[in-house]
């Protein structure tokens, strides 16, 4: 497994952040996320995605994507600040720990998040980022999205 494969939790983890109280959330709506492997192999990816109320409250409850279950037991978003320490568990059954620190308005979202796991019982850590905004608050209809 490469590095590159933790860039879908890199994602998941970024475009995420929920309601802890109503001044403390993003909006939902059209946004466009620009997720980086800062180590040990750089790469990039731009997505956008409609979030909608319930995807909002579904990612605070506990970020997570198709490749990865994450369990976070230390899980902050209120302040516009955000803070995330747990781990992550392959289907495999591969585990990383994942630690997070960032910030957020309702329209904007930036994390950086920490890395570590064993590959071949080689320790293996990596950096990732996301900065994502909002760019509407009313997504595409399905068939013209991007």
Same mark, same amino acid.
Not at 103 to 132: C, Q, W, Y
């Given at each position: 497994?490469?590095?590159?494969? *933790?860039?879908?939790?890199?994602? #998941?983890?970024?475009?995420?952040? =929920?309601?802890?109280?109503?001044?403390?959330?993003?909006?939902? =709506?059209?946004?466009?996320? $620009?997720?980086?492997? !800062?180590? %040990?192999?750089? $790469?990039?990816?731009?997505?956008?995605? /409609?979030?909608?109320?319930?995807?909002?409250?579904?990612?605070?409850?506990?970020?997570?994507?198709?490749?990865?279950? /994450?369990?976070?037991?230390?899980?902050?978003?209120?302040?516009?600040?955000?803070? !995330?320490?747990?781990? /992550?568990?392959?289907?495999? =059954?591969?585990?990383?720990?994942?630690?997070?620190? =960032?910030? *957020?308005?309702?329209? $904007? *979202?930036?994390?950086?998040?920490?890395?570590? $796991?064993?590959?071949?019982?080689? %320790?293996?850590?990596?950096?990732?980022?996301?900065?994502?905004?909002?760019?509407?608050?009313? /997504?595409?209809?399905?068939?013209? #999205?991007?």
């Amino acid at each position: 497994m490469t590095m590159t494969r *933790f860039a879908p939790l890199a994602l #998941a983890l970024a475009a995420l952040a =929920g309601p802890a109280a109503a001044a403390d959330t993003i909006l939902p =709506g059209y946004w466009e996320s $620009t997720n980086r492997m !800062l180590s %040990p192999i750089r $790469t990039t990816d731009v997505e956008k995605r /409609c979030l909608t109320p319930a995807d909002v409250e579904k990612f605070m409850m506990g970020p997570s994507n198709r490749h990865y279950t /994450c369990t976070y037991p230390t899980r902050s978003f209120a302040g516009g600040k955000i803070l !995330l320490k747990g781990t /992550c568990v392959s289907k495999k =059954g591969r585990q990383v720990a994942v630690s997070g620190q =960032g910030d *957020f308005t309702p329209t $904007t *979202f930036k994390l950086t998040a920490n890395i570590a $796991t064993t590959f071949a019982g080689i %320790p293996v850590s990596g950096r990732a980022s996301t900065e994502a905004r909002r760019i509407s608050d009313v /997504c595409p209809p399905k068939d013209s #999205a991007d």
